[in-house]
């Protein structure tokens, strides 16, 4: 059974940095495409970055610059550092892997930046 465990979300001032982790078990996640995507209220989910399992990243032009997506095989977690966060950062992010057949999501955690 494929579990993904998200972390790091919380309530930050604007210009602050959080880390967001999720921890998947159940896959081979090394040989997964894995991202966060957010969906803030009102608005559809978006892509936020991604990592391929050869490390190549792909980031929103909002987010360039200012978030940094990683990976570590042995822990089979994907990370998401944000830094330099803005208030329109704010919304439910969720982690995403795909494999060659299925796609997974992670149960949302919240991210709450105030200006």
């Known amino acids: 059974q494929v579990q993904l465990v998200e972390s790091g979300g919380g309530l930050v001032q604007a210009g602050g940095s959080l880390r967001l982790s999720c921890a998947a078990s159940?896959?081979?996640?090394?040989?997964?495409?894995s991202g966060w995507y957010r969906q803030a209220p009102g608005k559809q989910r978006e892509l936020v970055a991604g990592?391929?399992?050869?490390?190549?990243?792909n980031y929103a032009d909002s987010v360039k610059g200012r978030f940094a997506i990683s990976r570590d095989n042995a822990k089979n977690t994907v990370y998401l550092q944000m830094n330099s966060l803005k208030p329109e950062d704010t919304g439910v992010y969720y982690c995403n892997i795909k494999t060659a057949l299925y796609t997974y999501w992670g149960q949302g955690t919240q991210v709450t930046v105030s200006s």
């Open positions: 990592i391929s399992s050869g490390g190549s990243t």
């Open positions: 159940g896959i081979a996640f090394r040989n997964t495409y």
